[in-house]
């Protein structure tokens, strides 16, 4: 099933580790760092923090290439890929620089949004949850669990939804301190991107409303502002 798995060295085909790391549901940086997406959207940070940002990220590729050949390159039986820690420091600073900003587009804050909802659950996932119950899965015993990154409903993120269990007093203490993070960070976000939606809708119908005539030329005319509907003669004689 794991043709790569256990072999040994830096054995494991370049190219499937860098999907793993990235992708895999499991251990992938699309889920557990989603701030490392943000940084194509917009300018980013200026100055001395954007060098700082490309920096770490440059870091963080030569990781990514250096360790997507190594077998264990998932590093399962120690929790997940710990040599990818330092993806967090870029993670959270193009959060907290696209959190701040009230100049950005309403696709922008769309995400940032998204990607702050989610490295918050991240966050409490692995307060409250890690792996627990999942360590009982027959899955996790075959090829020091590697099967649980590419299955969905394997993954640590996943699995507390499948098998729920209530968190222990003191991971209650965690999960508050993230939530109020949460807030902090994503009310105003989320404020911004109810702010700009009805914008985006406007501009959403004018837009599908004029693809629609033109692929209809004798269509009828629906104007915005009056509401009236002419018929096609009217409208030939008006233009």
Partial sequence: MLPYTGLGGFSYPLLLGIYGLLLSPGVGLLFYAPGLFLAGIGKGPDGPLRATMQLWLLFLVG???????????HGMEYFGPRFLLMGSLPASLLLAWHALRTDLS???????LIGLCFSCYVGANGAAFLFRGLLGEPAMAAADG????????MSALVYPFIRPSMPTPPQWTY???????MAVLALPVA???????PAVLRR?????FAAAGAKSPNAPL??????????????????
């Fill in 222 to 239: 629906l104007p915005f502002r009056t509401g009236r509907t002419l018929a096609p003669r009217q409208e030939t004689r008006r233009q």
């Fill in 191 to 197: 404020v911004r991107v109810s702010r700009q939606t």
């Fill in 146 to 153: 590697a099967p649980c990154l590419y299955a969905p409903e």
């Fill in 175 to 181: 999960l508050g301190l993230i939530a109020v993070a």
């Fill in 204 to 208: 959403f119908r004018a837009t599908w």
């Fill in 106 to 112: 309403f696709r922008a804050n769309v995400l940032t």
């Fill in 63 to 73: 990781t990514i290439l250096a360790y997507a050949k190594w077998w264990c390159w």
